[in-house]
C-alpha cells in the first residue's frame, strides 16, 4: 500500500511526487502516456506569465514564489539526474507598452525589477536585429526561462535518482471509495490501496474529478509551436509583442509560440498555424528567414476560466486532492502549487493564502 498516489506524470504531478518522497511519504506515480510528454514538454518555459498584469493577483503570487525557487531546483535536478534543465536568466523584452501604468503597479505590488525603455536605440541596444520602430517597451531583466523538453527528462531522472515509483502507459479508470473516503485506485492491470489520492492530469483532470463528484472548469486548450535551428546570439532576450513571444535557447534555437485554440482533445497541428507564426516571427525577427523550420508541435493545455488552478481537496470524500487547471502557466505556476498543496496535505503553515484556490471560488 502507498501513502499516495499522484494520478498524471507531467510537471506538477513529478514534482508532487518527488516531494512527497523527501517527506518520506511512500509514492506511486501514474499517467495515461510518457511521462512529462504533455503539455509541460510543450510549452516554451517562460517563468512568468505573459502579461502578469492581466491576471488576478492569485496567480501572481504563485508565480512570484516559484521564481524565487526554480534556480535552486534546477541546480538540485542537474545534480540528482545529469540532465541540466537550462535555467537561463535571459530577461524579457516586451514591445507593446500601452499598459505600462497597469504594469508598473503590478511590479511594485510583487517587487519585480520593471524598467520602461524610452527610445527605439535602447530597444535595439538589448536586441539589434529585431524589426520594430516601437519607441517605448517594457523590460523585465530578470525573468529566467527553463528548457521545457530537458526539465521534464531532468525531474524523470530524479525519480530516478529517488527510488520513486512511476508506472507509464497505466490509465486510472476508477478512484475507489468506501465509507467517505479514498481506499484505492484502479487502473486496468491493477487495484493499488491506498488513502491518499493527488489529481494531476492537466487536461484530462475534469474527467477524472467528475467520477469522484468534484465539477471543476478545465478543458484542453491547443497551442501550437515552431522552432527555428539558428545560431546562438541571434536572439539574445525572450520577447513579447502582441500575444507572440520568442524564445531563444542556450543552442541557438528560437522558439515562436503560440495559438490559442478550442478544439477539444485535438493535438494535430495545421498549415494554417504555421504559415501565422512563421510569419509573426519573420516579421519581428527577419534575419530567421535563414534558418530552417526544425520542428512544429503542439500541446493540450489546462484551460481555465481565469488562469487560477484549482488547488486543495475534496469537501465531501477524505483523501482525495488536486492540483489542476494552470492554463498558459503550469510550469511558472507548478512549483509554488505543489508546495501550496503539500502545506496543507501535511498540516503545515501554507507558504500562502489557500482560499483563492478552492472549489468554491468563482475561477
Same mark, same amino acid.
Given at each position: 500500500?502507498?501513502?499516495?498516489?499522484?494520478?498524471?506524470?507531467?510537471?506538477?504531478?513529478?514534482?508532487?511526487?518527488?516531494?512527497?518522497?523527501?517527506?518520506?511519504?511512500?509514492?506511486?506515480?501514474?499517467?495515461?502516456?510518457?511521462?512529462?510528454?504533455?503539455?509541460?514538454?510543450?510549452?516554451?518555459?517562460?517563468?512568468?506569465?505573459?502579461?502578469?498584469?492581466?491576471?488576478?493577483?492569485?496567480?501572481?503570487?504563485?508565480?512570484?514564489?516559484?521564481?524565487?525557487?526554480?534556480?535552486?531546483?534546477?541546480?538540485?535536478?542537474?545534480?540528482? +539526474?545529469?540532465?541540466?534543465?537550462?535555467?537561463?536568466? +535571459?530577461?524579457?523584452?516586451?514591445?507593446?507598452?500601452?499598459?505600462?501604468?497597469?504594469?508598473?503597479?503590478?511590479?511594485?505590488?510583487?517587487?519585480?525589477?520593471?524598467?520602461?525603455?524610452?527610445?527605439?536605440?535602447?530597444?535595439?541596444?538589448?536586441?539589434?536585429?529585431?524589426?520594430?520602430?516601437?519607441?517605448?517597451?517594457?523590460?523585465?531583466?530578470?525573468?529566467?526561462?527553463?528548457?521545457?523538453?530537458?526539465?521534464?527528462?531532468?525531474?524523470?531522472?530524479?525519480?530516478?535518482?529517488?527510488?520513486?515509483?512511476?508506472?507509464?502507459?497505466?490509465?486510472?479508470?476508477?478512484?475507489?471509495?468506501?465509507?467517505?473516503?479514498?481506499?484505492?485506485?484502479?487502473?486496468?492491470?491493477?487495484?493499488?490501496?491506498?488513502?491518499?489520492?493527488?489529481?494531476?492530469?492537466?487536461?484530462?483532470?475534469?474527467?477524472?474529478?467528475?467520477?469522484?463528484?468534484?465539477?471543476?472548469?478545465?478543458?484542453?486548450?491547443?497551442?501550437?509551436?515552431?522552432?527555428?535551428?539558428?545560431?546562438?546570439?541571434?536572439?539574445?532576450?525572450?520577447?513579447?509583442?502582441?500575444?507572440?513571444?520568442?524564445?531563444?535557447?542556450?543552442?541557438?534555437?528560437?522558439?515562436?509560440?503560440?495559438?490559442?485554440?478550442?478544439?477539444?482533445?485535438?493535438?494535430?497541428?495545421?498549415?494554417?498555424?504555421?504559415?501565422?507564426?512563421?510569419?509573426?516571427?519573420?516579421?519581428?525577427?527577419?534575419?530567421?528567414?535563414?534558418?530552417?523550420?526544425?520542428?512544429?508541435?503542439?500541446?493540450?493545455?489546462?484551460?481555465?476560466?481565469?488562469?487560477?488552478?484549482?488547488?486543495?481537496?475534496?469537501?465531501?470524500?477524505?483523501?482525495?486532492?488536486?492540483?489542476?487547471?494552470?492554463?498558459?502557466?503550469?510550469?511558472?505556476?507548478?512549483?509554488? +502549487?505543489?508546495?501550496?498543496?503539500?502545506?496543507?496535505?501535511?498540516?503545515?503553515?501554507?507558504?500562502?493564502?489557500?482560499?483563492?484556490?478552492?472549489?468554491?471560488?468563482?475561477?
Amino acid at each position: 500500500m502507498y501513502d499516495c498516489v499522484v494520478v498524471g506524470g507531467g510537471l506538477i504531478g513529478m514534482l508532487s511526487a518527488r516531494q512527497l518522497k523527501l517527506e518520506g511519504r511512500s509514492v506511486l506515480l501514474l499517467d495515461q502516456g510518457r511521462l512529462g510528454a504533455e503539455s509541460s514538454w510543450a510549452g516554451g518555459g517562460i517563468l512568468t506569465p505573459l502579461y502578469p498584469w492581466r491576471y488576478p493577483e492569485a496567480v501572481s503570487h504563485l508565480a512570484a514564489y516559484s521564481a524565487r525557487h526554480y534556480h535552486s531546483l534546477a541546480q538540485e535536478l542537474l545534480e540528482e +539526474s545529469g540532465i541540466d534543465p537550462e535555467w537561463t536568466e +535571459s530577461g524579457l523584452l516586451i514591445l507593446d507598452a500601452d499598459e505600462k501604468v497597469q504594469a508598473q503597479a503590478w511590479a511594485q505590488q510583487f517587487g519585480q525589477d520593471l524598467r520602461i525603455l524610452e527610445k527605439l536605440t535602447a530597444i535595439k541596444s538589448l536586441e539589434p536585429e529585431l524589426a520594430t520602430q516601437a519607441n517605448e517597451a517594457l523590460w523585465l531583466p530578470a525573468v529566467a526561462q527553463l528548457r521545457n523538453p530537458r526539465l521534464v527528462r531532468s525531474l524523470q531522472g530524479s525519480l530516478q535518482y529517488h527510488q520513486i515509483d512511476y508506472a507509464e502507459h497505466e490509465a486510472v479508470c476508477e478512484i475507489e471509495r468506501a465509507q467517505g473516503r479514498v481506499v484505492a485506485v484502479n487502473t486496468a492491470k491493477r487495484r493499488i490501496p491506498t488513502d491518499t489520492v493527488i489529481v494531476t492530469a492537466g487536461a484530462w483532470s475534469a474527467g477524472l474529478l467528475e467520477q469522484a463528484g468534484i465539477a471543476v472548469k478545465v478543458e484542453p486548450v491547443r497551442g501550437q509551436m515552431l522552432v527555428y535551428k539558428a545560431i546562438p546570439g541571434l536572439l539574445k532576450h525572450m520577447v513579447l509583442d502582441h500575444g507572440h513571444y520568442l524564445i531563444p535557447r542556450r543552442d541557438g534555437r528560437i522558439l515562436i509560440g503560440s495559438t490559442l485554440e478550442y478544439v477539444g482533445f485535438d493535438k494535430s497541428t495545421t498549415v494554417q498555424a504555421r504559415a501565422e507564426l512563421n510569419a509573426r516571427a519573420l516579421a519581428l525577427l527577419p534575419a530567421l528567414s535563414d534558418y530552417a523550420i526544425e520542428r512544429h508541435w503542439s500541446g493540450l493545455r489546462p484551460g481555465s476560466p481565469s488562469g487560477v488552478p484549482y488547488i486543495g481537496d475534496h469537501p465531501g470524500l477524505h483523501g482525495l486532492y488536486f492540483n489542476c487547471g494552470h492554463f498558459r502557466n503550469g510550469v511558472i505556476l507548478g512549483l509554488a +502549487s505543489v508546495q501550496l498543496l503539500l502545506d496543507m496535505m501535511l498540516g503545515r503553515t501554507p507558504v500562502m493564502d489557500p482560499a483563492p484556490y478552492a472549489l468554491n471560488v468563482a475561477h
